[in-house]
Every structure is written in C-alpha cells, then in structure tokens.
C-alpha cells in the first residue's frame, strides 16, 4: 500500500506522476567534475519527442545514449537509477497551452507504469521550463544551464534562476456528509471535480483554500485540514488536496469559474465510482490519474 505522509490517506494506487523511484543525487549536481564524470557510455538520455515521451514496444519510456543527442543539446540531469546518470533533453519550445488542450498527453498518462509516470512528470516540468526562460528576467541576456540544469546562470549580470512550482490547492468542501463537487465549462458532461485555486503571494494553504471555495461558490468555510499532494506537470504544478467544512450550504456559484457547482451524496458518489468509466446518469467520478479521485475515495472510505 502507498502512504501518504500525515495524512491518513492510504490508496491502492499510487498518486499519479508521484513516487519517482529515481535518486536525485544533490551532491552530484552540484559538482562539475563529478557530473562530467557521469556523462559516459553508461549514461541514458530520455528520448522524447518535443515534450512527449517517445514510448517503447512494451508503452514504457525510450532510453537512448548521449549519442542520440546534438552535441550541443542543453540537457538536466534527472538523477541516478541503477547506479546510471539518467539525463532528458530541453526542446527548442516549451508547452504552449494546458493539459486538457494535448490529447497526447492524457494517453500518455493511461499507458505508463507509476514509475515511468513519475520520472516523465518530473522530467517534463523541468525541461519545459527551460525551454521557456532561455533568457535573464533580470537583465534580459541569455542565461545557461547550470547545476546539471536545476538552475539557469547569467554571465552577465551573474542572477541565478531557479525551476519554478507553483502551489495549487484543491479542496473537498463537506456539509453534513454530502460532498461540494464543480464543473468548469470545458469539461465533458457530468464530469465535476473538486473546486481548485493558484494559492497567492502571502496566503497560507489554508487561507488559499478558503479564498477559493468563497470566491468560486460563495462558501464559508473552517477546519481546513492537508490530505495529501500531488505534483502536475501542465506545465508545474504542485497539488495541494486538502478538506474542509461549511456550515451554510447555501452557493453563490462564480460562473466565470465554474458552470456548476452542486452537492453529491454519499450514496451517489458511491455509485459513481462503482460505475467506473460508464458513469452514472448523475455524474462521472473523477479519473484515477486527479488527485480528486483520490481525495473524494479517501472521503468515502474514512
């Protein structure tokens, strides 16, 4: 079984693009002759096409050679497995639009082990943003890999730039055990979710929360408490899934953000998921690779 650290969250699956079984190895970063050392036969490079992974006869990740890369190729060290410096290479052009806007991307995630999912997430966060910040915010020259590309470097003005997550929470919203579940209007009918936000400049998660659930569905809410996370690479995310309470069931639905919004019961979120992929005439419950399907199993199992 996969825990979740603090959370009481045990699922029978992993949380999708989490639990990478690669080892960072920090100490290896950030030492030049020691990377240099890696960057031998042994090392294997992940064989993507632009920001998709090319899939081998078995749907699992491709690994070729530093041989099947340019010369001059900007590549990120991902780490060591198998005792092997495991490197990825940075496209001419990051991602362009969201995850619901790639068909590719979406099968991606239903054909790769847990582990191949990880290490793919991982790999497309960090060489996406690459692709996307080539040149200083602070001074506008063209900055450098560095770090085995956990950093860019400006030699001219010497600012360091550092990969960027940016916190997401999603919340489950309980009343008297019934569920808050919303649609946004790109989603296919019957499909609702968990209501979600960017957490900003100078909130706490659970101030972000209740920002949210009151901007979105005019809800107060209280007893915000951390379930479990899980890292989003469209384009890098970090999704923080938490729970709370309201008091007042009455909504005031923001439908600049949502379509819907509405409350599920227990019985019919439990028949949901028995459902599976069909759905019921209701609703479909959320797919296994969100976070929300995990945060509403844990909901329905405590």
């Given amino acids: 079984m996969h825990h979740t650290a603090h959370s009481g969250l045990t699922q029978p699956a992993p949380i999708a693009f989490s639990g990478s079984p690669i080892d960072r190895a920090d100490h290896i970063r950030a030492d030049e002759a020691a990377l240099a050392s890696h960057m031998n036969w042994r090392a294997r490079v992940l064989l993507m096409d632009g920001l998709l992974p090319v899939l081998d006869d078995r749907g699992g990740l491709s690994w070729g050679t530093l041989a099947d890369v ?3 190729a900007e590549l990120v060290f991902l780490g060591l497995l198998e005792g092997k410096a495991h490197f990825a290479p940075v496209p001419r052009e990051g991602a362009e639009g969201p995850a619901y806007a790639m068909p590719a991307a979406w099968q991606v995630m239903q ?17 996406d943003w690459h692709a996307r910040h080539r040149f200083c915010a602070r001074c506008g020259s063209a900055t450098k890999p560095a770090k085995g590309g956990w950093q860019r470097h400006c030699d001219n003005c010497g600012a360091d ?5 940016d916190p997401v929470t999603i919340m489950l919203v309980e009343h008297e055990d019934r569920l808050l579940l919303g649609r946004q209007p790109r989603f296919p009918p019957r499909m609702y979710s968990a209501l979600a936000g960017f957490v900003e400049p100078g909130e706490t998660i659970a101030e972000a929360v209740a920002r949210e659930v009151w901007e979105e569905a005019g809800l107060r809410v209280r007893d915000v408490r951390y379930i479990a996370s899980q890292p989003w690479p469209f384009p ?15 909504l005031t639905i923001d439908t600049t953000e949502l379509e819907d919004a ?8 439990q028949a949901a ?4 992929e069909a759905g019921t005439d209701l609703l479909y419950f959320p797919r296994p690779f969100a976070i929300a399907h995990h945060l509403v ?4 199992d405590r």
């Fill in 70 to 72: 340019a010369p001059d």
């Fill in 111 to 127: 054909v790769l082990s847990p582990d191949d999912l990880a290490i793919y997430g991982g790999a497309r966060s960090l060489v």
């Fill in 161 to 165: 730039h550092f990969p960027r997550t």
């Fill in 236 to 250: 890098s995310q970090l999704m923080i899934g938490c729970a709370a309470v309201a008091d007042d069931p009455t």
């Fill in 262 to 269: 509405r409350w599920f019961t227990r019985a019919e979120l």
């Fill in 273 to 276: 998921r028995a459902a599976g």
């Fill in 297 to 300: 199993c844990w909901w329905l």
